[in-house]
Protein backbone atom coordinates (compact mmCIF):
# COMPACT_ATOMS: atom_id res chain seq x y z
CA UNK A 1 0.00 0.00 0.00
CA UNK A 2 1.00 3.62 -0.72
CA UNK A 3 2.86 5.46 2.10
CA UNK A 4 1.14 8.75 2.66
CA UNK A 5 2.14 11.80 4.85
CA UNK A 6 0.73 15.07 5.77
CA UNK A 7 1.88 18.29 6.81
CA UNK A 8 1.62 19.70 9.60
CA UNK A 9 0.70 17.06 11.96
CA UNK A 10 -0.63 19.53 14.08
CA UNK A 11 -1.43 23.27 14.05
CA UNK A 12 -2.79 25.82 16.66
CA UNK A 13 -4.57 28.67 14.40
CA UNK A 14 -6.10 32.09 15.72
CA UNK A 15 -10.22 32.44 14.22
CA UNK A 16 -10.47 33.93 10.71
CA UNK A 17 -6.96 32.72 9.49
CA UNK A 18 -6.11 30.07 7.12
CA UNK A 19 -4.17 26.24 7.04
CA UNK A 20 -3.01 24.89 3.93
CA UNK A 21 -2.76 20.84 4.99
CA UNK A 22 -0.22 19.01 2.32
CA UNK A 23 -0.37 15.42 1.42
CA UNK A 24 2.20 13.62 -0.08
CA UNK A 25 2.17 9.98 -1.51
CA UNK A 26 5.22 7.63 -2.14
CA UNK A 27 3.52 6.69 -5.66
CA UNK A 28 1.28 8.33 -8.16
CA UNK A 29 -2.41 7.68 -7.58
CA UNK A 30 -5.53 8.73 -9.04
CA UNK A 31 -7.84 9.41 -6.30
CA UNK A 32 -7.19 11.26 -3.52
CA UNK A 33 -9.92 12.21 -1.05
CA UNK A 34 -9.81 14.52 2.17
CA UNK A 35 -11.99 13.37 5.33
CA UNK A 36 -12.63 15.41 8.18
CA UNK A 37 -13.07 13.65 11.19
CA UNK A 38 -14.73 15.46 14.51
CA UNK A 39 -13.35 14.42 18.23
CA UNK A 40 -15.56 10.98 18.53
CA UNK A 41 -16.97 11.18 15.26
CA UNK A 42 -16.85 9.13 11.91
CA UNK A 43 -15.26 10.24 9.13
CA UNK A 44 -17.06 12.60 6.67
CA UNK A 45 -15.53 12.89 3.10
CA UNK A 46 -14.98 17.05 2.31
CA UNK A 47 -13.96 16.55 -0.95
CA UNK A 48 -12.37 13.61 -3.59
CA UNK A 49 -9.78 15.99 -5.74
CA UNK A 50 -8.71 13.83 -9.06
CA UNK A 51 -5.30 15.45 -10.77
CA UNK A 52 -5.89 17.84 -13.83
CA UNK A 53 -9.94 18.13 -13.22
CA UNK A 54 -11.85 20.44 -10.23
CA UNK A 55 -12.48 18.47 -6.68
CA UNK A 56 -15.87 17.26 -6.90
CA UNK A 57 -17.36 18.69 -3.06
CA UNK A 58 -19.68 16.75 -1.22
CA UNK A 59 -23.10 18.41 0.64
CA UNK A 60 -22.17 20.87 2.96
CA UNK A 61 -18.46 21.97 2.17
CA UNK A 62 -17.60 24.93 -0.67
CA UNK A 63 -14.87 25.71 -2.36
CA UNK A 64 -14.28 28.88 -0.60
CA UNK A 65 -14.42 27.60 2.46
CA UNK A 66 -11.99 24.34 1.55
CA UNK A 67 -9.93 25.04 -1.47
CA UNK A 68 -8.54 21.82 -2.79
CA UNK A 69 -5.43 22.20 -5.18
CA UNK A 70 -3.91 18.64 -6.75
CA UNK A 71 -0.93 19.34 -9.23
CA UNK A 72 0.07 15.90 -9.60
CA UNK A 73 -0.22 12.33 -9.34
CA UNK A 74 1.30 12.55 -5.85
CA UNK A 75 0.80 15.62 -3.96
CA UNK A 76 -2.66 17.75 -3.22
CA UNK A 77 -3.62 20.13 -0.46
CA UNK A 78 -6.56 21.59 1.15
CA UNK A 79 -6.71 24.93 2.62
CA UNK A 80 -9.07 25.31 5.66
CA UNK A 81 -10.06 29.35 5.30
CA UNK A 82 -11.50 31.61 7.27
CA UNK A 83 -11.33 29.56 9.98
CA UNK A 84 -13.92 29.40 13.54
CA UNK A 85 -14.13 27.26 16.38
CA UNK A 86 -15.99 24.72 14.33
CA UNK A 87 -13.24 23.75 11.80
CA UNK A 88 -11.06 22.44 15.21
CA UNK A 89 -11.13 18.60 14.20
CA UNK A 90 -8.87 15.99 12.68
CA UNK A 91 -8.20 16.28 8.77
CA UNK A 92 -7.17 12.99 6.49
CA UNK A 93 -5.98 12.59 2.88
CA UNK A 94 -6.40 9.34 1.64
CA UNK A 95 -5.57 7.31 -1.63
CA UNK A 96 -7.55 4.65 -3.20
CA UNK A 97 -5.88 2.10 -5.21
CA UNK A 98 -8.45 1.42 -7.96
CA UNK A 99 -10.35 -0.99 -5.64
CA UNK A 100 -12.16 1.73 -3.53
CA UNK A 101 -9.60 0.35 -0.91
CA UNK A 102 -8.41 3.00 1.02
CA UNK A 103 -5.15 4.45 3.05
CA UNK A 104 -4.98 7.20 5.01
CA UNK A 105 -2.48 9.38 6.05
CA UNK A 106 -1.62 10.18 9.69
CA UNK A 107 -3.75 13.14 9.79
CA UNK A 108 -3.73 16.62 10.92
CA UNK A 109 -5.22 17.88 14.24
CA UNK A 110 -6.23 21.59 13.96
CA UNK A 111 -7.69 23.71 17.07
CA UNK A 112 -8.97 26.93 16.44
CA UNK A 113 -9.26 29.59 19.03
CA UNK B 1 -29.70 9.81 1.50
CA UNK B 2 -27.31 6.25 2.02
CA UNK B 3 -26.47 5.35 4.88
CA UNK B 4 -24.27 3.06 6.84
CA UNK B 5 -25.11 1.80 10.28
CA UNK B 6 -23.24 -0.09 13.06
CA UNK B 7 -24.59 -1.58 16.22
CA UNK B 8 -23.92 0.53 19.03
CA UNK B 9 -20.85 0.91 21.25
CA UNK B 10 -19.27 0.41 23.54
CA UNK B 11 -18.45 -3.14 22.82
CA UNK B 12 -16.90 -4.92 25.84
CA UNK B 13 -15.45 -8.42 25.51
CA UNK B 14 -13.03 -11.02 27.82
CA UNK B 15 -9.44 -12.04 26.17
CA UNK B 16 -9.70 -14.91 23.87
CA UNK B 17 -13.39 -14.83 23.26
CA UNK B 18 -14.96 -13.80 19.93
CA UNK B 19 -16.13 -9.97 19.19
CA UNK B 20 -18.68 -9.59 16.62
CA UNK B 21 -19.05 -6.30 14.62
CA UNK B 22 -22.32 -5.54 12.77
CA UNK B 23 -23.44 -3.17 9.95
CA UNK B 24 -25.62 -2.29 8.09
CA UNK B 25 -26.49 -0.29 4.79
CA UNK B 26 -29.42 0.85 2.61
CA UNK B 27 -27.41 1.41 -1.20
CA UNK B 28 -28.47 -2.00 -2.51
CA UNK B 29 -26.25 -1.28 -5.67
CA UNK B 30 -23.22 -1.51 -3.26
CA UNK B 31 -20.68 -3.72 -4.18
CA UNK B 32 -17.38 -3.26 -1.87
CA UNK B 33 -17.41 -3.52 1.52
CA UNK B 34 -14.47 -2.89 4.31
CA UNK B 35 -13.53 -2.64 7.88
CA UNK B 36 -10.95 -0.40 9.31
CA UNK B 37 -9.41 -0.68 12.76
CA UNK B 38 -8.73 2.85 13.86
CA UNK B 39 -6.61 3.36 17.22
CA UNK B 40 -7.13 6.40 19.68
CA UNK B 41 -5.03 8.80 18.01
CA UNK B 42 -4.48 7.46 15.00
CA UNK B 43 -5.14 7.49 11.34
CA UNK B 44 -7.78 4.18 10.11
CA UNK B 45 -6.01 1.70 9.09
CA UNK B 46 -7.89 -1.36 6.01
CA UNK B 47 -7.74 -4.29 7.98
CA UNK B 48 -10.72 -6.53 5.92
CA UNK B 49 -12.16 -5.72 2.23
CA UNK B 50 -15.12 -7.82 1.13
CA UNK B 51 -17.13 -8.24 -2.58
CA UNK B 52 -18.67 -11.57 -2.26
CA UNK B 53 -21.54 -13.22 -0.44
CA UNK B 54 -20.23 -15.28 2.08
CA UNK B 55 -17.00 -15.46 4.36
CA UNK B 56 -13.51 -14.44 3.94
CA UNK B 57 -11.12 -15.43 6.42
CA UNK B 58 -7.87 -13.37 7.00
CA UNK B 59 -6.23 -14.49 10.38
CA UNK B 60 -7.90 -14.35 13.35
CA UNK B 61 -10.36 -11.65 11.44
CA UNK B 62 -13.44 -13.28 9.53
CA UNK B 63 -15.61 -10.58 7.42
CA UNK B 64 -19.30 -11.76 6.56
CA UNK B 65 -21.50 -10.27 3.42
CA UNK B 66 -24.71 -11.22 3.15
CA UNK B 67 -26.00 -8.50 0.26
CA UNK B 68 -29.67 -9.40 0.15
CA UNK B 69 -30.15 -8.42 4.08
CA UNK B 70 -27.37 -5.75 3.05
CA UNK B 71 -25.61 -6.51 6.03
CA UNK B 72 -22.12 -7.36 6.68
CA UNK B 73 -20.51 -8.28 9.91
CA UNK B 74 -16.55 -8.51 11.39
CA UNK B 75 -15.88 -11.11 14.01
CA UNK B 76 -12.16 -11.32 15.75
CA UNK B 77 -11.53 -14.62 17.46
CA UNK B 78 -9.49 -14.90 20.23
CA UNK B 79 -9.37 -11.49 20.74
CA UNK B 80 -6.74 -9.45 22.39
CA UNK B 81 -6.29 -6.33 24.48
CA UNK B 82 -4.26 -4.96 21.17
CA UNK B 83 -7.74 -5.40 19.45
CA UNK B 84 -9.22 -2.62 21.44
CA UNK B 85 -9.96 0.14 19.01
CA UNK B 86 -13.01 1.90 17.16
CA UNK B 87 -14.28 -0.45 13.66
CA UNK B 88 -15.20 1.64 11.05
CA UNK B 89 -17.65 -0.05 8.46
CA UNK B 90 -17.32 1.35 5.08
CA UNK B 91 -19.31 1.02 1.72
CA UNK B 92 -18.77 2.06 -1.67
CA UNK B 93 -22.47 4.32 -3.21
CA UNK B 94 -23.06 5.05 -6.76
CA UNK B 95 -24.34 8.71 -6.95
CA UNK B 96 -23.61 11.10 -9.58
CA UNK B 97 -19.66 9.04 -9.10
CA UNK B 98 -18.64 6.45 -6.74
CA UNK B 99 -17.50 7.22 -3.22
CA UNK B 100 -17.11 5.84 -0.30
CA UNK B 101 -18.90 6.25 2.92
CA UNK B 102 -18.35 4.97 6.42
CA UNK B 103 -20.23 4.13 9.46
CA UNK B 104 -20.59 5.96 13.29
CA UNK B 105 -18.11 3.16 14.21
CA UNK B 106 -18.11 0.62 17.43
CA UNK B 107 -15.20 1.14 20.07
CA UNK B 108 -14.31 -2.35 20.61
CA UNK B 109 -12.56 -2.98 24.47
CA UNK B 110 -11.22 -6.80 24.96
CA UNK B 111 -10.38 -7.28 28.83
CA UNK B 112 -7.97 -9.37 30.10
Known amino acids: SAVISQKPSRDICQRGTSLTIQCQVD?????MFWYRQQPGQSLTLIAT?????????ESGFVIDKFPISRPNLTFSTLTVSNMSPEDSSIYLCSVEDGTYEQYFGPGTRLTVT | QKEVEQNSGPLSVPEGAIASLNCTYSDRGSQSFFWYRQYSGKSPELIMS????GDKEDGRFTAQLNKASQYVSLLIRDSQPSDSATYLC????????????FGPGTSLSVIP
Open chain 2, 50 to 53: IYSN
Open chain 1, 49 to 57: ANQGSEATY
Open chain 2, 90 to 101: AVNVKTSYDKVI
Open chain 1, 27 to 31: SQVTM
